[in-house]
C-alpha cells in the first residue's frame, strides 16, 4: 500500500526518501514473512515522515548481506538532522524516518 501526500520535496529530500523505502522494502523481502507492506510519506508540523511498515514476522533463517543498510541511512539522515526508528511489534515491523522542513522547503 502506498500513501504519499509530502507534496513538493527539494530533489537531495526526496532522493533520501526514496533511499529510505527502498531499504526498509528490501528488507522486508529479504528479513521477514511479511504478505504486505504500507509505505507513508506525509508531512507533519515538524517536517517530513516516511514510515514503512509490514505485517510479518522475521525470517527464520538468515539472509547474508552487508547489514550496513540500516546504518547507512541513518547516516544520511544525520546530513538533514533528522533520524531512523525501528521497531518490532506484534503486527510486523516498522521503520520511521523523520527529516526536519524549514520554512518554504519544496
Same mark, same amino acid.
Given at each position: ?8 520535496? +527539494? +530533489? ?7 533511499r ?13 514473512? %511479511?504478505?504486505? %507492506? ?16 509490514d505485517?510479518?514476522? +522475521?525470517?527464520?533463517t ?45
Amino acid at each position: 500500500d502506498l500513501d504519499v501526500s509530502a507534496g513538493d520535496l +527539494p +530533489p537531495s529530500v526526496s532522493t533520501t526518501v526514496y533511499r529510505v523505502v527502498q531499504e526498509a522494502l528490501t528488507n522486508v523481502v529479504r528479513h521477514s514473512d %511479511a504478505g504486505r %507492506a504500507r509505505v507513508e510519506v506525509s508531512r507533519d508540523g515538524r517536517g517530513l515522515v516516511t514510515r514503512v511498515t509490514d505485517d510479518g514476522r +522475521p525470517a527464520s533463517t538468515a539472509v547474508h548481506g552487508s547489514g550496513r543498510g540500516l546504518v547507512g541511512l541513518r547516516e544520511r539522515l544525520a546530513l538533514f538532522g533528522g533520524t531512523l526508528d525501528t521497531s518490532t511489534s506484534d503486527e510486523g515491523w516498522s521503520v520511521e524516518a523523520r527529516i526536519p522542513l524549514g520554512e518554504g522547503a519544496g
